[in-house]
């Protein structure tokens, strides 16, 4: 599974989008890219997930860049309740997820 | 509610004992994960159920740590002989067949002093 790159932590004014880089160089063509989100006390929640192209659902949209070496979860409209640490995760299959440490996201009043 | 549901929500042992803790997934998901969550760390993967059968165990899984699954069904995992070590968030997800996300529950913390 390819080792995935993100900032420790972020700010968002509320509001505005929120955009969370991932770093994922050495992705292989198989590997898929999945976004979850972890509000605290809470087991992790699934946001998206892609492979090649843009993805977009209720709650955020995935931008993959066309080499596939990055990517950058936008959730448009930043509240209150998208406080939380977002995990980047780059490989094959869904099964045995590698989580790291994620982003901790800030969204400010 | 038809989340994934899990038991205790929170357990505090001494070391030494043995716990059990119980998952009762998505109904009909026929995939089961346990993860181990402890402080300023993201879930770390521990085992995997492919309905009764347990298809993959993490190196962080010793010897103290079983999971089954016996019918297919709710999962329980147990630790014997606690150690201090051992205090975390025990995770459970499950999965469709043929889905992509993993839903997770609330949740055990265990704490052992």
């Known amino acids: 599974d390819a080792k995935t790159t993100q900032p420790t932590s972020m700010d968002c004014a509320e509001g505005r989008a929120a955009n969370l880089p991932c770093n994922h160089s050495?992705?292989?063509?198989?590997?898929?890219v999945y976004w979850y989100r972890q509000i605290h006390s809470q087991g992790p929640q699934y946001i998206i997930h892609?492979?090649?192209n843009n993805e977009t659902n209720e709650m955020a949209s995935l931008i993959i860049t066309e080499d596939r070496k990055s990517s950058t979860l936008i959730l448009p409209h930043a509240t209150l309740r998208d406080t939380a640490v977002y995990y980047c995760?780059?490989?094959?299959?869904?099964?045995?997820?590698?989580f790291g440490t994620g982003t901790r996201l800030t969204v400010i009043p | 509610d038809t989340g994934v549901s899990q038991d205790p929500r929170h357990k505090i042992t001494k070391r030494g004992q043995n716990v059990t803790f119980r998952c009762d997934p998505i109904?009909?998901?026929?995939?089961l994960y346990w993860y181990r969550q402890t402080l300023g760390q993201g879930p770390e993967f521990l085992t995997y159920?492919?309905?009764?059968?347990?298809?993959?165990k993490s190196r962080l899984l010793s010897d103290r740590f079983s999971a089954e699954r016996p019918k297919g069904s709710f999962s329980t995992l147990e630790i014997q002989r606690t150690e201090q070590g051992d205090s975390a968030m025990y995770l459970c997800?499950?999965?469709?067949?043929?889905?992509?996300?993993?839903?997770f529950g609330p949740g055990t913390r265990l704490t052992v002093t």
């Open positions: 997800a499950s999965r469709s067949r043929g889905g992509f996300e993993q839903y």
């Open positions: 050495t992705i292989s063509g198989n590997e898929y």
């Open positions: 892609g492979l090649k």
């Open positions: 995760i780059a490989q094959t299959g869904a099964n045995n997820l590698f």
């Open positions: 109904s009909e998901h026929n995939r």
């Open positions: 159920f492919q309905n009764e059968a347990q298809l993959e």
